[in-house]
């Protein structure tokens, strides 16, 4: 997995040209696993691009430091990558679900390494 920090004019464009939507975001995920040329390299799962700005942002408005918002927005980019999607409210559900469940694992494993 590749994971790409972008500005806002970047995952706007990106956003536009891959998806139509005509607005930046804070997150995309690009998949390699897909499509016609999924087979090539079943080991790369793909690319994560991450808007440092809307992270800097969501983190201010959050009251969280910037790297907890960065690893929420990898996990969540991570988890569109393996399959995960949150168009419909179950999936949504499942999704944020699994979300938490592997920020839960992130702090304690920090907890229990800083020991």
């Known amino acids: 997995m590749s994971i790409v920090i972008a500005t ?5 464009e990106l956003n536009k040209h891959y998806r139509g939507v005509d607005s ?3 997150v995309l995920a690009f998949a390699m696993q897909e499509g016609e040329y999924g087979y090539i390299n079943p080991d790369l ?12 942002r969501q ?8 790297a907890q ?3 929420i927005l990898l996990i ?4 569109h990558l ?3 999607e949150h168009k419909e409210k179950e999936k949504a559900r499942l999704m944020e679900e699994k979300s938490r469940e592997i ?5 304690l494993d920090l907890v229990n390494n800083a020991c």
């Open 59 to 66: 983190a201010r408005e959050g009251g969280h430091p910037l």
């Open 8 to 12: 806002d004019k970047m995952i706007h």
């Open 76 to 79: 969540h980019g991570l988890l």
């Open 24 to 26: 930046a975001t804070d």
């Open 45 to 56: 799962l793909g690319d994560v691009v991450i808007s440092i700005e809307s992270a800097q």
């Open 82 to 84: 393996v399959g995960f």
């Open 69 to 71: 918002e960065l690893a």
């Open 103 to 107: 920020w839960q694992q992130i702090q």
